[in-house]
């Protein structure tokens, strides 16, 4: 004889078959991400490197440099690489977890909005810049005045 499902929403058997605690599971719990830097001055640099933990080795030989000619520490930024992340996060994820004043989309595909407490720059890859001398020069114009 095949057994049927017992289904019922009477409050008085249910009470009596539902003996144990029941807990509400919060499904709202965020990711987290692996990011590089300690996000002290809330910039965000957001990369799209699938092939690299953050970036080519020489992408990141530039990438360093900047901060050193803007007078930033790893301490001061945080780094992300949404091209290893699946599945990748979206603008107001991140930036529910790093807060930024100031995202920087190098090479990345995000349409992160821009509000009255985060100014976005949309820009290119390292390596798209060290391909293309006008995107150098473009990049270093803006962010030199964007993060001061």
């Not at 965020?30 to 590089?36: D, G, H, K, L």
């Not at 930036?95 to 930024?100: A, D, R």
């Not at 349409?111 to 006008?134: K, R």
Request: aromatic content about 10%; some cysteine; glycine content about 6%.
């Amino acid at each position: 004889m095949g057994s049927s499902p017992l289904n019922t929403d009477d409050p008085l058997a249910l009470r009596c078959l539902m003996t144990e605690a029941i807990f509400p599971i919060d499904e709202t719990s965020e990711r987290t991400y692996p990011f590089y830097g300690g996000n002290k001055r809330r910039y965000l640099f957001i990369t799209n490197e699938p092939r690299h933990q953050w970036m080519s080795p020489e992408a990141w030989d530039a990438f360093t440099k900047t901060l050193a000619a803007l007078k930033l520490s790893v301490d001061d930024i945080a780094l992300i690489n949404v091209g290893t992340l699946s599945p990748p996060p979206q603008p107001a994820e991140l930036g529910g977890i790093f807060n930024p004043r100031v995202v920087v989309l190098l090479g990345a595909a995000l349409q992160w909005p821009e509000t009255s407490e985060i100014t976005v720059y949309n820009g290119y890859s390292f390596d798209d810049m060290l391909a293309d001398a006008d995107k150098k020069r473009m990049f270093w114009n803006t962010i030199k005045t964007l993060l001061v």
